[in-house]
T-cell receptor, first 111, second 113 residues
């Protein structure tokens, strides 16, 4: 099973870019990397996903290394509202309907 | 934001009483899910539905039942609530082509006394 490793916490200054790393060294060739976040007292929120090319949307950018063993989620201009727990998820079983959230990274954006 | 609402948003009930939580979506997504979230356990899947009247169990389904008579509604019933079912319950939706891209509702906080 592909598993992910994330740092437990990180701080970021408001207005600066936040770079969130994720290691997934056992990822297989057809598995996507997904990022979610959960702001306190809210439901999880889908951010972005990718296979091997870098991806960008209105929320963030996802950079996946060429060997696909790690990725970085980039919040280009962090705001206080980006304070949340961020989860990196790799799809493990195509017949498994659940999302397996690990402990994630608690990101605190400071003014 | 995806059009997902959950009701009630907060509920206090007593042990042994039945409780029904409702998830309503306006996105016409085929798949719907019920999760619970507890400290130290993260999100755990209770039941899911892959179409009207098509449901299956997740990893923590004991003590829960579900029904889906319409595309837009997915009901979760605690047949006889216990204190261990005190939790925050989240509903989610997705499309078959991308089951991992799930959109979550705001959650229901349930306290069983």
């Amino acid at each position: 099973d592909a598993k992910t490793t994330q740092p437990p916490s990180m701080d970021c200054a408001e207005g600066r870019a936040a770079n969130l790393p994720c290691n997934h060294s056992t990822i297989s060739g057809n598995e996507y990397v997904y990022w979610y976040r959960q702001i306190h007292s809210q439901g999880p929120q889908y951010i972005i996903h990718g296979l091997k090319n870098n991806e960008t949307n209105e929320m963030a950018s996802l950079i996946i290394t060429e060997d696909r063993k790690s990725s970085t989620l980039i919040l280009p201009h962090a705001t206080l509202r980006d304070t949340a727990v961020y989860y990196c998820i790799v799809r493990v079983d195509p017949n498994d309907y659940k999302l397996s959230f690990g402990a994630g990274t608690t990101v605190t954006v400071r003014a | 934001d995806a059009g997902i609402t959950q009701s009630p948003r907060h509920k206090v009930t007593e042990t042994g009483t039945p409780v029904t939580l409702r998830c309503h979506q306006t996105e016409n997504h085929r798949y719907m899910y019920w999760y619970r979230q507890d400290p130290g356990h993260g999100l755990r899947l209770i039941h899911y539905s892959y179409g009207v009247k098509d449901t299956d169990k997740g990893e923590v389904s004991d003590g829960y039942s579900v029904s889906r008579s319409k595309t837009e509604d997915f009901l979760l019933t605690l047949e006889s609530a216990t204190s261990s079912q005190t939790s925050v319950y989240f509903c989610a939706i997705s499309e078959p082509a991308s089951r991992e891209t799930q959109y979550f509702g705001p959650g229901t906080r349930l306290l069983v006394l």
